[in-house]
Each structure stands twice: as structure tokens, then as C-alpha cells.
């Protein structure tokens, strides 16, 4: 296992996301690992990162975190899927084609946020990923993410 995050082999055109690319200096560099069958990443947000309710977290970042780590697991599961583990090859870039996010609680700010995410179907250059993101060890958002690889002759 690697101590490197999946958006840590991300060829470096495709390495400047808000989200999570490593060289956006002003983004959220988030990190998604592999945890058996689960990708996982967990991200503090910052104080300004309030919502519209003071002390709660913004929807629309919980949106962007949902995506960018539905992303990073489907690259990383089509690497996986391929026969190659990470570093072995480097990763394919997928690209939003949907994403539906269920608000279910409030996130807390402050806290740490842990994103889960499990694959639900690869297909070809489609991939459907379905991502928790909780806080105190509740569920507070729910996502689903349909992620296609983007073309190698792009």
C-alpha cells in the first residue's frame, strides 16, 4: 500500500482542481486513499467556509468535496479495475456527468468531515460512485456521482 493519495498520480495537466489538485495552491488539495473496498478522505473545513447558518458548513463545498473525491475514486477504481495499482500507470481524469447530493443533517464546522465512497458500477468509461460524507459519526450528506473518463486523444 502507498502512503500517496490518488490525486498524487494525477498527470500533472490535470493537477490544478480547487477541489483537489495538488498544484491549485489556493484549493482544498483534498486526499482520497483506499481503505479495502472504500476510498476514503477526511478534510477540516476551514472557519469561512460557513453557511448561511452560523457555525454549520457550506452546501455548496460539501457539493465540490462529494465531486472531487467521487472522482478521485473513480480513477482510481478504473486503475484498480485495469489490473494496475497505483503508480503503476498513471491515472485517468474523469469528469462530472451528474451528481445528486441528499442534504441530511447540518455538518458541523470545526470538525472533521470523512468521506466514504464505494463503487456502484464500472462500465466501459463510465463509472457510478456513491459517497457518504459524515461528521460526529453522522451521516450528514449523501451523494451519488456518475463520473465518465475523459478521451486519451483529448
Known amino acids: 500500500m502507498t502512503d500517496k493519495a490518488f490525486q498524487d498520480f494525477y498527470p500533472d495537466e490535470f493537477a490544478h482542481c480547487y477541489g483537489c489538485g495538488r498544484l491549485n495552491e489556493a484549493g482544498l488539495q483534498i486526499k482520497s486513499y483506499w481503505d479495502g473496498e472504500e476510498s476514503v478522505c477526511r ?15 457550506y452546501g455548496g463545498l460539501i457539493s465540490s468535496l462529494i465531486d472531487c473525491h467521487s472522482a478521485a475514486t473513480a480513477s482510481a477504481a478504473k486503475l484498480r479495475a485495469d489490473g494496475f495499482a497505483l503508480g503503476e500507470k498513471p491515472l485517468s481524469r474523469f469528469v462530472t456527468a451528474s451528481l445528486k447530493i441528499d442534504f441530511l443533517k447540518p455538518t458541523p464546522m470545526g470538525k472533521i468531515i470523512d468521506l466514504r465512497s464505494r463503487v456502484l458500477e464500472i462500465k466501459s468509461r463510465k463509472i457510478i460512485v456513491s459517497t457518504t460524507l459524515s461528521a460526529e459519526d453522522e451521516i450528514r450528506a449523501k451523494g451519488e456521482a456518475i463520473m465518465v473518463q475523459l478521451p486519451e486523444n483529448r
Not at 478534510?43 to 458548513?57: D, K, N
Open 43 to 57: 478534510y477540516t473545513p476551514e472557519p469561512f467556509f460557513t453557511g448561511g447558518f452560523p457555525g454549520y458548513f
